[in-house]
């Protein structure tokens, strides 16, 4: 018989943080997320998706009260789709089918009476750059933010009649691999225009990296047809709170005569720290954390975005701009291998991009979907 209980109080808030390390102790990938981070996410003050939506955490517990499984199960109305769809998104279980199949039993009911007709997962409540997606291939460290998870999560959600949304695809490369001969000629090409020059990302001068930055996305993105515009003081307002993590030979721009006309911007992978925390952010872990930062090399970065305005493309510009890059980061860095952040295969303009870059395909997530309505046709996420 197993027991549900709602998260309320202190010790089932803890229980609901606590249960994914007893379940992965013997996972040497696993990377316990910070509990501040996942609190956040339940915190209404915190979260503005509770401005428009409701969710619940749940325990899933036998008759001698051990816990056998979690989720969180949520609707969110900037989540809009065909039919009424919820999410449940922070599962972990045991593996038995059938106790994955009473939690997902209990989250659809939570989701009929809210008058869903479809529940994705595991997503986030919040935004698609955290805690999105279930593993299914590439079972290394994830980066921060992503989800992990054991192998066999996949047969618990598909034996219950979930099916694949879209998969999430992570592009990886060595950073002392082959660079591509295109990217040496175009390097080659470019740094005989006087024109072009390549600066790395410093410090000193975020005000200014924000507003190239800015400037460079919403012209790039606007040629991808996306309608994705970012505003400059929030740009300034997240290099200011990503500045103690900042490497400044990892992230270039390219300018023609001083205007802004591509970025690479990567960071260092933070899990490479955060994974001597056991998920805990207090004043002992902070001053670990500067120790760790300090003495331990970190071998991971991660591509966060990659921009060329439009009157550039199709030039060999990124060819110049990653080799550039490149040479400077072997000799400055420990970085060993650098990873995107997933891209949607509904997105091939995009994932093209992606493969440009060199890179290849070494970790997938999947969304799924269940459909409460078992004869209504399934269909995967529409092609951008």
Known sequence: MITVEEVRNENQKREFLEFPPRLYKHDKNYIRPL????????????????????CERFLFKNKKNKTLGKVAVFINENYPQKQPTGGIGFFDCIDDQETANFIFDHCKKWLQQKGMEAMDGPINFGERDKFWGLVTEGFTEPLYGMNYNFPYYKDLFENYGFKIYFEQLCFSRPIFAEVSRIFTIMHAKHSKNPSISA??????????????FTEIYNKAWESHGEGKCMD???IL???????????EHISWFVYENEKPIAMWMNIPDTNQWFKYLNGKFGIWEKLKFLWVKKFKKNEKMVGLVFGVVPEWQKK????????EGTQHLRKHTYFKVTEMQWIGDFNPKMIKIAENLDTTVTRKLATYRYLFDRNKKFERHPVL
């Open 35 to 54: 509990d501040k981070d996942i609190e956040a996410i339940f915190n209404p003050l915190k979260n503005k998706f509770f401005k428009t939506g409701e």
């Open 199 to 212: 600066k790395p990302m410093t410090k000193k001068h975020l005000e200014k990296f924000a507003a190239d």
């Open 232 to 234: 400059e003081t929030k």
């Open 237 to 247: 307002k997240m290099f200011k709170i990503m500045k103690p993590i900042i490497n």
């Open 316 to 323: 060999g510009l990124e060819g110049y701009m990653i080799w």
